[in-house]
């Protein structure tokens, strides 16, 4: 899923904290990546870890631009772990993963600078 707005849009609506911790976002490790066969446009399979209360998830990513599989293992990102599970092709994902757009809207993994435990939740 690629949901993108220009850095010079309007903030969305606004919400209520409380609707905001609706959505799941938790913190989880990547165990396993590889290519996505069939997909439309190029993205990565993921297998994150999000820790005992979540389990493991997959993801399809299209984050090509600036990663290869090989150099996902063990990297740490943040997904929405609520959401319902989405057909992407063959590939039934289970997890939103993070990201950013950089200047030419490619996404960026949004991951914390310091190790978090899997599965902790977005405070």
Same mark, same amino acid.
């Given at each position: 899923?690629?949901?993108?707005?220009?850095?010079?849009?309007? @903030?969305?609506? %606004?919400?209520?904290?409380?609707? /905001?911790?609706?959505?799941?976002?938790?913190?989880?490790?990547?165990? %396993?990546?590889?290519?996505?066969?069939?997909?439309?446009?190029?993205?990565?399979?993921?297998?994150?870890?999000?820790?005992?209360?979540?389990?493991?998830?997959?993801?399809?990513?299209?984050?090509?631009?600036?990663?290869?599989?090989?150099?996902?293992?063990?990297?740490?990102?943040?997904?929405?772990?609520? /959401? @319902?599970?989405?057909?992407?092709?063959?590939?039934?994902?289970?997890?939103?993963?993070?990201? /950013?757009?950089?200047?030419?809207?490619?996404?960026?993994? /949004?991951?914390?600078?310091?190790?978090?435990?899997?599965?902790?939740?977005?405070?």
């Amino acid at each position: 899923m690629h949901l993108t707005d220009s850095p010079d849009s309007a @903030p969305a609506e %606004e919400t209520s904290f409380d609707t /905001f911790r609706q959505v799941d976002i938790r913190i989880g490790t990547i165990v %396993e990546a590889a290519p996505l066969e069939g997909a439309r446009k190029p993205s990565i399979r993921l297998l994150i870890d999000f820790g005992p209360g979540v389990g493991t998830r997959k993801s399809s990513a299209q984050i090509t631009d600036h990663y290869v599989p090989e150099d996902l293992i063990g990297k740490q990102v943040a997904g929405v772990v609520n /959401f @319902p599970p989405r057909q992407i092709g063959k590939f039934m994902s289970e997890v939103l993963t993070l990201g /950013f757009p950089d200047e030419k809207d490619r996404i960026v993994l /949004f991951s914390p600078d310091h190790t978090v435990p899997n599965g902790a939740r977005l405070a």
